[in-house]
């Protein structure tokens, strides 16, 4: 699939889409416009080459620019690490010194791109970099770590691409699209792995073990000061699931990075995000820690995990270029405080909380006040909304915002077992936890286990699907203790690893990153026998006469509850639930704990 270079209309024919709306930019001239080749050069990039520094090549002009650069560097190599649905290559980049294979010793930085296709500042930044690394004297950015950039994860969507695919978008001016050919957004998919892409993402994130991985966005939203925007879980003392990891994160990368963003003529800020467009000061938040985004899932697989949001209100070339002075600096920190992040990751890789709290809501008050960059806006009637909406001006607005902000808080703690039992037949789910690293151990034979079974209650689809899925909600789980037999095939998946809070947030019924949750347990909640009234009555009436305490059950039940009492068909339910012919696995969850 081609990208679309078709010309847009003269203005003066132009459809409104085809007119200038967006706010103006802050005119800006930062210091990292000298990273900037000029376009004679024979490694120019064609963001670079572009007089306005507002276009990014497609897919095939990226790969053939990146395998004439590996043929003829030593340091730069090319790695494909998967296959999309349309059947194009997912590759990584890697330079280093070591060649084929990396030095363990060394520190990695793993930066993933065009996870969005539109948001592509990183693609560009990337190959500006590794040019610069390989013909340019920064070579030396490699005699202490390796770097692993992945330009393009969503290459399906990435060839989805024209003039009109982020509106709220400063460029580039041919922008790929947010979802894949099967039209899901990759960055929900980091602890379900839904999708090929991903999953191919984490065996790379598995067979290199980064020491440090960005993920690098456009942001959408209100408009601010800020270019260069990045976050964290556990960011100023927010939850984390890896306290040692989100403590360098705060005291060493921050700072360090924010200095160097700053001395190229950046403005980093915060990673944040306004709880109502229309009503900027009303309030931030942090946007959410679910483990279904990178941060949420770094923090919960003790990778240390960078979320970037470029602003999209600046333009390309002020972006890309503050990409490629925050990769620059970050792997100069790793350098020189690699060792220290890779003594954080292992330290947090040894925890075994016994309580994993999950299922983040935004706090109802907010927790503090925070210092904001903002821009001055406007309100105007307008007549096609029929309300009053904002308008940026686009200038800086010269008094900083004290704006309140609302931290994400779990809203469910879950207990840690000593181990789940997957049975054989679900190997998706048994192939879902291999995938993200997961231990376990496979069973040659069948075994019969005393087991802790969970009767789902309440549970209730979605009313709309999301991600080609439709969840499910539960009211509550009761515990069963019960002798299990698990077949052949089937896996002890013990909570004693690294990765054993990922396996709990996976498997917990009630989390709502579960695979439950994504809706991937629907069989359970089918019914298969009925009784008829004719036949159920008779065994009714003899367990009254012969049950004193079921009777008295029954009894308090009608008082309690006088729709149950007026309801024939109810009542008779409550009987038959209490037989021996009611399907005992009627929403009974088929993965089992053991305590």
Known sequence: MSQDHS?????????????????????????????????????????????????????????????????????????????????????????SKDG??????????????????????????????????????KDALLDRVNLILIPILSVDGHERSGAYSRPNQRGPRIQGWRNTATNQNLNRDFLKLDQPEMRALMGLVHKYDPDLYIDIHVTDG?????????????????????????????????????????????????LVFAIDDR?????????????????????????????????????????????????????KLLADQGADARAAKV???ALRPAEIPANFVPEREPSSTRPFKGILYETYESPSSGRTELRWLGKPDPELWQVPFYGSVPGLTLKRPEAYWVPSYRADVIERLKTHGVQMETLTEAR????????????RPAPRPNEG????????????????????????????QPMGDVVVLLLEPQSSESLFAWGLFPEVLSRVEYIEAYAVAPIADRM??????????????????????ANGDARLQWFYERTPFYDQRYRLYPIAREN
């Open 222 to 270: 209100i408009d601010y000061q800020y270019d260069v925007t990045f976050g964290f879980n556990g960011e100023d003392g927010a939850f984390t699931r890896s306290p040692a990891v989100s403590a360098w994160l705060d005291d060493v990368y921050k700072p360090t990075l924010n200095a160097a963003l700053e001395a190229q003529g950046h403005i980093p800020g915060p």
């Open 544 to 565: 009254l006469a012969t049950d004193p305490a079921l009777k008295a059950e029954f009894e308090a039940k009608l008082a309690a509850e006088p729709d149950f009492a």
């Open 279 to 331: 009503d900027p000061k009303k309030g931030l938040s942090d946007g959410g820690l679910g483990e279904r985004f990178s941060n949420g899932w770094g923090s919960a697989a003790h990778i240390p995990t960078v979320l970037i949001e470029n602003h999209s209100l600046k333009p390309h070339e002020q972006r890309v270029l503050g990409t490629y002075v925050l990769l620059e600096h970050a792997l």
């Open 469 to 496: 899925h439709v969840g499910f909600t539960l009211t509550g789980v009761t515990a069963e203790q019960r002798d299990w037999t698990f077949p052949p095939g089937s896996v002890r998946v013990s909570t004693d």
């Open 100 to 137: 084929a294979a990396l030095d363990p010793s060394k520190p990695v930085l793993l930066a993933q791109a065009g996870i969005h296709p539109g948001e592509i500042d990183g693609k560009d930044a990337g190959m500006m970099l590794l040019r610069d690394i390989a013909f340019y004297g």
């Open 347 to 349: 330290a947090d890789r």
């Open 7 to 95: 010309s847009s209309p003269t203005l003066a024919n132009a459809a409104p889409w085809d007119q200038p709306f967006l706010p103006p930019a802050p005119e800006w001239n930062g210091a990292s416009k000298s990273l900037l080749r000029d376009g004679s050069d024979p490694w120019v990039t064609a963001f670079e080459a572009d007089p306005a520094h507002d276009f990014s090549p497609t897919y095939a002009d990226t790969r053939a620019w990146f395998d004439r650069l590996d043929a003829a560097s030593d340091l730069i190599r090319l790695e494909q690490f998967g296959v999309s649905p349309e059947g194009r290559p997912i590759y990584a980049v890697i330079a």
């Open 448 to 459: 019969t286990v005393p087991v802790e079974m969970l009767r789902l209650d309440g549970a």
